[in-house]
């Protein structure tokens, strides 16, 4: 398929918003309640406030995946970071990395990243490497609520194993990847406005975790704003 490749992907710089991360106390769930999530729609979309819903996490743990669903019960347009990469580019991720190397890659990455959260508020699965950019963390502070997809070890290995298309695990040990992974991002990813588990359970019980965890963080950031 032929992808018309567009200006972010290629050298233009574009602009960035620096501001300091939210100082709300970030909200930490579990998946337990699955009473009644649709309650929290109208109540969610309303403290939004036109900001976007931006799923962070290490490869595997289901940003994609969730972040459609959540998308669809929001009813909020969904982006992939990686597919709107892929479609600037005209090449596939692994491509990218092959041809041109990561550093390339992680360019166009917060060059496309930006663009998608200036053009409208949507629910955007981003790669696992993005939120460690300074630029792009701020850039999600200041558009968006950002939701850490927090996931273990095994959980993560289970579910990247069934693909190849991850250039960082094409190693002999992808697990000892993964572990580092872990080590360098889970701080950086900590900053995170909420954190919900992703555990090895149904994905819509994961994605009304979503939605309880955002009302009660809205809630509270509308209390402390009041
Ligand atoms: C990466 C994660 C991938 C993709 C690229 C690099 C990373 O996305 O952006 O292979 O640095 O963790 P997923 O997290 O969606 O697999």
Known sequence: MFYGIRQDFLLELADHHVNQ?????RVQT?????????????????????RSIVLIGLMGAGKTTIGRRLAKKLNMP?????????????KTVP?????????????????????????????????GGAYMNADTRST?????????????FDLLMKRVRKRSNRPLLKSDDPEA???KLIEERYPVYGEANIVVESKDVPHDQ?????????ARHLCREEAAHA
Not at 102 to 124: A, K
Not at 206 to 214: D, F, G, N, R, S
């Open 30 to 50: 579990t998946v337990t309640d699955t009473s009644k999530p649709d309650e929290n729609v109208a109540d969610i979309l309303s403290r939004l406030n036109d």
């Open 78 to 90: 969904f982006a992939d970071a990686d597919t709107e990469i892929e479609k600037a580019a005209g």
């Open 140 to 152: 999600i502070a200041l558009n968006g609520i950002s939701v850490w997809l927090k996931a273990d």
């Open 95 to 127: 491509e990218i990395f092959e041809e041109h190397g990561e550093q390339y890659f992680r360019d166009g990455e917060r060059r496309v990243i930006d663009r998608l959260l200036q053009e409208q508020p949507r629910v955007l699965a981003t790669g």
């Open 206 to 214: 994961i994605v009304v975790a979503c939605m309880e965890t955002l």
């Open 177 to 179: 990847v993964m572990q």
């Open 21 to 25: 991360a939210s100082t709300l106390n």
